[in-house]
């Protein structure tokens, strides 16, 4: 696959703050996914082992979830842990593994934050202006944000706001489990990404994509 290379890794926290400024205009938040026209998903996830980062971008059929190609990558992590800037810790190394995939998904679902994001440029919004592809994003944690009070059913979700915008959504994947964050990436909008992650779940908390993603990520050879 190719990519958009859109800047160089080697910055410092501060230069990566300002980069990120600046690439935010560029990030399609307003752009709703039919659906219906999807066929593959790709979840996308990097574990991170003694200063080692593995990428695994694991592509689904949808709505079956059976794989149809698995791309994993080494690399050292060499930026530094700091909250909202985790595309740069991750980014390089889901590079490697992005350029191996042989096949394009429809859409990338990513294990990290969007739209949610200080910012408003998480990781899947980040990637997604070098893929070029649509891209949502599912995190576990909040990283920014407020929300009311989340229905108990599966699909019951409330938005999460951040100086006064909806940034993202607060969703139960699964009947009374805590929820997950789920925001738009690039080229998608939130409605869509909360419908896709809803679509994307079943027994788990995790949706199919990312629990895939998940499990290869964490596999180190």
């Not at 980069?19 to 938040?29: K, N």
């Not at 899947?124 to 592809?133: F, I, K, Q, R, T």
Request: proline share 6%; net charge positive.
């Amino acid at each position: 696959m190719k990519l958009s290379r859109r800047h160089s890794w080697q910055v410092t926290p501060k230069e990566a703050v300002a980069l990120q400024r600046e690439l935010a205009a560029s990030v399609v938040t307003d752009r709703g996914l039919d659906l219906t026209a999807v066929k593959t998903v790709a979840g996308v996830d990097v574990s991170i082992k003694n200063k080692i980062a593995q990428a695994a971008v694991v592509v689904l059929t949808f709505p079956d979830f059976e794989i149809v190609e698995t791309a994993l990558a080494q690399l050292p992590a060499t930026f530094p842990y700091v909250p909202g800037l985790l595309s740069f810790r991750e980014g390089p190394v889901l590079v490697e593994a992005f350029t191996k995939l042989k096949t394009i998904p429809d859409v990338f679902m990513f294990d990290g934050s969007g739209y949610l994001h200080p910012r408003r440029i998480g990781i899947a919004c980040h990637m997604g202006l070098w893929l070029g592809v649509p891209t949502v994003a599912n995190a576990k944690t909040k990283l920014c944000g407020e929300h009311g009070r989340v229905p108990a059913r599966r699909g019951g979700h409330a938005p999460v706001t951040h100086k006064d915008e909806v940034i993202g959504a607060a969703l139960r994947t699964k009947a009374n489990c805590s929820p997950v964050f789920v925001s738009a990436g690039h080229l998608s909008d939130l409605d869509s990404a909360v419908a896709l992650v809803t679509a994307s779940s079943g027994k788990y908390r995790l949706p199919e994509p990312v629990r895939a993603a998940h499990k290869a990520a964490g596999v180190f050879g």
